[in-house]
């Protein structure tokens, strides 16, 4: 609502936290658009200023373009993927998105991994090798 000028900036305070947050209030017909908006530029800029961190939560980078716009106004980009749902091919289609943009890619999240169909192995040998290795197994428990 801020970037459609509908109502003032509202930042709610989470108690005990030093944590804000801004709410996106009603889906604008033209989110595109209002992102891609000076005022939502100098909202970003001006909230640097302020404040060590911004997190920009946004839909999925493969849906729809608000994650590729605000990737060109942040200082990094950070891809979450759920487990046993987003595709190799979706993650690579999200990653040259992020890139084409412009955008930082600084990593991933693996969100809503069932740790017990997760193999974890480590191995360490003389002169200063080592190696992680993860797998999973294609059956998990749904919760």
Known sequence: ??????????????????????????????????????????????????????????PPINTVADAQIVSTYVDGVVLVVKSGDTTEDELNEAIDAVRRAGGNLCGTVLNDLNMKSVKYAYKYKYGGKYGYKYSYSESYEAR
């Open 1 to 58: 609502d801020f970037l459609a000028k509908i109502s003032k900036l509202e930042l709610d305070k989470v108690k005990d936290l030093p944590l804000w947050i801004v709410c996106t209030g009603t889906i604008p017909p033209n989110p595109s658009e209002l992102l891609s908006s000076e005022r939502m530029k100098h909202f970003v800029e001006e909230s640097a200023k302020v404040y060590d961190y911004i997190i920009i939560d946004t």
